[in-house]
């Protein structure tokens, strides 16, 4: 197998993965902005709008981030670990509420970050 092949379904998964929870986050924004007033929550920092704003801009990043995975850019690369380092992190917090779920979303975090880590590198030099 050639080493340009190795690795080349890992990072698929990764970009693919990426781009669904850029869509998801994309949406998620659009409903917060939409509806800010239907949801009744506190926040530490901001309020719905804000935050609306962020999981927008989070969500076309994170698509753009996916596709930048498949031309190992580097960026993307960091971008995706880091992401999906935070969306693991965050699982812990609501392991109470649906540990089915929050065992997969990690699981899956895992993953992603395994396929960028080992096979998101560059090539070697030269090449």
């Known amino acids: 197998m050639d080493e340009k092949e ?3 379904g890992w990072l ?7 781009v669904i ?4 986050n ?3 924004g659009i409903g917060a902005l939409a509806k800010d007033d239907l ?8 309020n719905l709008t804000f935050w609306g704003w962020v999981w ?8 753009i981030a996916g596709f930048g995975v498949l031309t190992r850019n580097q960026a993307a690369r960091w971008f995706g670990i880091t992401m999906a380092s935070i969306s693991a992190i965050i699982a812990f917090f609501y392991v109470w509420a649906a540990p089915g779920w929050t065992l997969l979303v990690i699981a899956l975090d895992l993953l992603v970050i395994y396929g960028l880590s080992v096979y998101g590198g560059r090539e070697g030099i030269g090449s």
């Not at 929870?21 to 998801?24: L, N, P, Q, S, T």
């Not at 949801?39 to 901001?46: C, M």
């Not at 927008?56 to 698509?63: D, K, R, S, T």
């Open 39 to 46: 949801y009744v929550v506190r926040f530490l920092f901001g």
């Open 6 to 8: 190795k690795g080349t």
């Open 21 to 24: 929870a850029g869509v998801y």
């Open 56 to 63: 927008l801009i989070v969500g076309v990043i994170e698509v």
């Open 12 to 18: 698929v998964f990764a970009s693919i993965m990426l």
């Open 26 to 28: 994309f949406i998620w």
